[in-house]
């Protein structure tokens, strides 16, 4: 009885096997029982015992008064799991003996006209492969960081005559994916010509400088030149 040694690979082994088609060591709740054999390993399992490791990360999602608190009382480690889990799948007896199994309940589902268990088994196994895949998922997605800065542009026109307003819309006209428009404003510059400041906010991958000077340098009957006069990361 038992896994055996869970601090090397064929006591890790044996739990693998035993976690293939449960969530939990013992019911469908986490209890004591998983915290006995979760106290008991070193730490996480490798990566190639999948099913002892899914478990692990489930049952290291608790904090420890969280642990304290499950149901049940812990009992010796031999005590959990069942001698065909700590065999392992895979082996001739165990195959031997899945196969009689199977025939057993062939025998009873001739006799079982409401087949209430299968369909419990059934719903079971559903909810089993559905936890591991939304795990599976959820392991599968890293957060994406996605780059950007914000920069503060000076847009000299050609002299005081020129209409500001129709400038500023005509820069807020240039658009791009990863480009957002913020405040501005009119700062004299000398002789009551006065210059468009105006701050944006840019995808690093998205939108370059390059792309915002040719753009606004595009509006040539207003546009004299522009300068980058802030550019920081956020």
Known sequence: MGFGDLKCDSGLEALNNYLMDK????????????????????????????????WYNHIASYSEDEKLV?????????????????????????????????ADDDDDDDFD?????????????KRIAAEKKAEAEKSSKKKVVIAKSSLVL???????????????RLVRTVESQGLLWGASKLVEVAY???KLQISCVVEDDKVGT????DSITGFEDFVQSVDIVAFNKI
């Open 210 to 213: 390059d792309f915002l000077e």
């Open 70 to 102: 499950l149901p049940g009382v812990q009992k010796p480690l031999e005590q959990y799991g069942s001698q065909d889990g700590g065999a392992g799948k895979g082996s001739s007896g165990g195959e031997g003996k899945a196969a009689a199994a199977k």
């Open 113 to 125: 006209l409401f087949g209430s268990d299968n369909e419990e088994e059934e719903e079971e196994r």
């Open 192 to 194: 009551g010509i006065k």
């Open 23 to 54: 969530s939990y060591i013992e019911g469908y709740v986490p209890s004591q029982a998983d915290v006995a054999i979760y106290n008991a390993l070193k730490g996480a399992p490798p990566g190639k015992f999948v099913h002892a490791l899914r």
């Open 154 to 168: 000076d847009i000299k026109p050609w002299d005081d005559e020129t209409d500001m307003k129709e400038l500023e």
